[in-house]
């Protein structure tokens, strides 16, 4: 169901979202490290919600 496909991807934005936020505040706060991997896995999530976006778009074309 489209529906399902699209509440994955946005799940997958929420929390490249939330792990973007963590990083910002990491780097604000002068801890670089624990920012960079914030940053990787907000990278992660962000790929994969892109990829996900894409497959829910191409489910959504072919109910049409």
């Excluded at 990491?26 to 976006?53: F, R």
Aim: proline share 2%.
């Amino acid at each position: 169901m489209p529906k399902d496909a699209h509440n994955k991807a946005a799940e997958h934005h929420d929390n490249a979202a939330k792990a973007h936020r963590t990083a910002a505040e990491h780097h604000g706060k002068g801890d670089h490290a624990a920012g960079k991997q914030h940053s990787a896995t907000a990278h992660e999530h962000s790929t994969k919600a892109h990829e996900t976006s894409q497959a829910a778009h191409k489910k959504s074309q072919e109910q049409k």
